[in-house]
């Protein structure tokens, strides 16, 4: 039986890209079209595992992926690095002359904008999904629109490619965490990275003193997060990835970080897929 995975968006995004290239199994697609849903989806055990992006190499942190993660005890159990690839792409027939309209999600569009300036013919239109509106003009067969989406979108919706890899910035990386609402558990020599959730108090020096702990106990921390504390103002948590190579030096600091802060949580413990 395939293993039920919830991505946010439809067959044919960067989503579906990275559940296909994560899982070695074959897996049974959930689509969700928000995030949230995408939660709901792995609580209501519609779906076994999720697919989440978390952070962009351009745009920074999705920063309410954090606090879903953190509010529903959400743990992550592996990650995945994807190389963002933008394709304008039409129905057959068609060329980059031809568009007068182009539609995709804000960011695709904002990532291809200095493209997107050498074609003043063409009307930047924002959507909700990338793969989506592929689709939709797959569909509803709209000559003269185009979309920005992955390649794959196109072999899907029976689109070709008029303008390949168009994001301004050709470095351009998104990591993704795959996340399940059980932990799953692998052999201590196989984790080598974490994910960890805290609150320091006011005192001077708290999150300094536990940086040292990381310190110390031979972690690299590799991201810091602040988000506020909605139940008390101007208090903040803070999200922590961290790798290691020895399990006993991060188990160290974990039992002494746990003890320098307040509402502790490990939100996972996995596989570091950036070597």
């Given at each position: ?48 595992q999720g697919v ?85 003009i797959h569909q ?136």
């Open positions: 039986m395939p293993i039920r995975v919830a991505i946010q968006g439809i067959r044919g995004s960067n989503h579906h890209q990275v559940a296909d290239d994560y899982f070695e199994s074959e897996v049974e697609l959930v689509e969700c079209m928000s995030f949230h849903a995408l939660v709901d989806a792995l609580l209501a055990g519609t779906a076994d989440m992006a978390i952070e962009n190499s351009i745009a920074g942190s999705i920063i309410p992926n954090y606090a879903l993660v953190c509010k529903h005890h959400l743990h992550i159990i592996g990650e995945h690095y994807l190389n963002i690839h933008h394709h304008m792409m039409a129905l057959p027939g068609q060329e980059l002359s031809d568009i007068r309209e182009v539609r995709s999600h804000p960011m695709a569009l904002l990532q291809c904008r200095e493209f997107l300036k050498t074609q003043p013919q063409i009307t930047m239109v924002e959507d909700a999904d990338t793969a989506e509106t592929a689709q939709r509803q067969q709209l000559k003269g629109i185009a979309a920005i989406a992955p390649q794959m979108a196109a072999a899907l919706y029976g689109l070709e490619i008029v303008a390949r890899d168009i994001q301004t910035i050709p470095n351009n990386a998104t990591r993704f965490i795959v996340v399940k609402t059980t932990n799953k558990e692998l052999p201590r020599e196989q984790i080598d990275k974490a994910s960890l959730r805290f609150i320091t108090d006011h005192k001077r020096g708290s999150l300094a003193t536990v940086l040292n702990v990381m310190s110390d106990c031979n972690l690299n921390l590799t991201k810091i997060q602040s988000l506020p504390v909605i139940e008390t103002p101007w208090k903040y948590s803070f999200f922590v990835d961290v790798t290691f190579e020895k399990y006993t030096d991060f188990a160290k600091a974990l039992s002494l970080i746990s003890i320098l802060t307040e509402d502790f949580q490990l939100l996972g413990e996995y596989k570091n897929a950036r070597l």
